[in-house]
């Protein structure tokens, strides 16, 4: 095993956050990071991250404001202000070794399911040709929940629920946070990407479903 570094590569920062620039920029035309929120990281070694700076307008982000974290959520070589649920990324980091980039969007389709399944604590999608987006669903006849957990402006409770899901055994690809945003990983941008647009339009569907049943 490499040793973490100490500051990260110059030229691997850059590539990074160029990177996270660019799907930001995809991301907010979409629409899904209204008003400043949302937030993106993506690992640059075992030990650091580069993730965005807390209130910029992600459709307009340049290298500038992407900063460099370790895996306890602090800056690194900087005195910008990461975004205040850090800690929601270097859990995936910590607990998914293979997960090297994390997407969290405000999607008006995410807010609102998250809202209407609260109560549930989860949203099950079964017989979507879609699920297969995820790695790891090879069919529509699987079962993908997504959990719903309570939202909170005290980032270790929000933690701990996250653990919990994990500690139980079930499969965990992605959260939706009631009222709040999804939170989505994967091993490489593309694939992050992928789980992200898959489950927005899935959380449109179960939405169009239960507007449209009689
Ligand atoms: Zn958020």
């Not at 990074?16 to 620039?21: F, K, Q, S, Y």
């Not at 700076?53 to 602090?74: A, E, F, H, P, Q």
């Not at 899935?202 to 169009?208: H, K, R, T, V």
Request: with cysteine; net charge negative; aromatic share 6%.
């Amino acid at each position: 095993m490499t040793k973490p570094l100490a500051q990260p590569d110059p030229a691997l920062l850059a590539s990074r956050a160029d990177a996270i620039a660019d799907a930001a920029r995809e991301l907010a035309a979409f629409g899904w990071t209204p008003a400043t929120s949302s937030n993106f990281s993506m690992r640059l070694d075992e030990g650091l991250a580069a993730i965005t700076i807390s209130g910029r307008d992600k459709g307009r982000l340049g290298r500038d404001d992407i900063m460099v974290i370790d895996m306890d959520g602090k800056a690194v070589g900087s005195d910008s202000r990461p975004s205040a649920e850090t800690g929601l990324h270097t859990q995936v980091y910590k607990r998914f070794p293979e997960a090297n980039v994390v997407l969290h969007t405000h999607s008006r389709t995410q807010s609102v399911a998250s809202r209407l399944f609260a109560a549930e604590g989860r949203i099950r999608l079964e017989g979507w040709e879609l699920q297969k987006a995820i790695t790891g669903y090879t069919t529509h006849e699987s079962v993908l929940d997504i959990p719903v957990f309570p939202n909170t402006q005290h980032m270790p409770e929000l933690e701990a629920q996250v653990d919990a899901w994990i500690d139980s055994g079930k499969p965990l690809h992605a959260y939706l946070i009631n009222g709040h945003g999804i939170y989505t990983w994967g091993r490489d941008m593309a694939e992050t990407r992928r789980h992200l647009e898959a489950l927005e339009f899935l959380l449109g569907c179960e939405l169009d479903l239960r507007r449209l049943s009689p």
